[in-house]
């Protein structure tokens, strides 16, 4: 790894420029995942997160406390963002995308401040 402008590193994996976000509903996605991402990257980042999705919920049904379906709706939505973010955020494509140029301590700020109200929320 070589140190590079603004104390961010690079590797041969995500030094390339990240591509422009699609336009409709698939821009969204970019916007999440990172555009440009390969059909594994949207395998990996996607099938385990339905999975705990699903997996989660089940889980809380077999537990002795009784759930309403908004706790269970919580609990999936939980499931697949934990699971998704993370595998996510593993990625090349994504590391193109969260240090591109233009990418600041502002915008890092914004998606640690987003997921700190989330822990809050669930609280």
Same mark, same amino acid.
């Given at each position: 790894?070589? /140190?590079?402008? &603004?104390?961010?590193?690079?590797?041969?994996?995500?030094?390339?420029? !990240?591509?422009?976000?699609? #336009?409709?509903?698939? =821009?969204?996605?970019?916007? @999440? *995942?990172?555009?440009?991402? #390969? %059909?594994?990257?949207?395998?990996? %980042?996607? *099938?385990?997160? /339905?999975?705990?999705?699903?997996?989660?919920?089940?889980?809380?049904? &077999?537990? !002795?406390? !009784?759930?309403?379906?908004?706790?269970? +709706? @919580?609990?999936?939505? *939980?499931?697949?963002?934990?699971? +998704?973010?993370?595998?996510? &955020?593993? #990625?090349? #494509?994504?590391?193109?995308?969260?240090?591109? !140029?233009?990418?600041?301590?502002? %915008?890092?700020? /914004? @998606?640690? +401040? *987003?997921? =700190?109200?989330?822990? /809050?929320?669930?609280?």
């Amino acid at each position: 790894m070589e /140190v590079i402008q &603004n104390h961010k590193f690079e590797t041969s994996l995500v030094s390339a420029v !990240s591509p422009i976000p699609r #336009t409709s509903w698939l =821009g969204m996605l970019d916007r @999440f *995942l990172g555009p440009g991402a #390969t %059909q594994a990257e949207l395998w990996l %980042q996607l *099938l385990p997160a /339905v999975i705990a999705a699903i997996a989660a919920p089940v889980y809380a049904l &077999n537990l !002795s406390h !009784s759930w309403t379906k908004l706790q269970i +709706g @919580f609990i999936a939505l *939980l499931g697949f963002h934990c699971v +998704g973010g993370i595998l996510t &955020n593993a #990625t090349a #494509t994504a590391k193109r995308c969260y240090h591109r !140029s233009g990418q600041g301590w502002q %915008q890092d700020l /914004v @998606f640690v +401040g *987003l997921h =700190g109200f989330q822990i /809050v929320l669930v609280a």
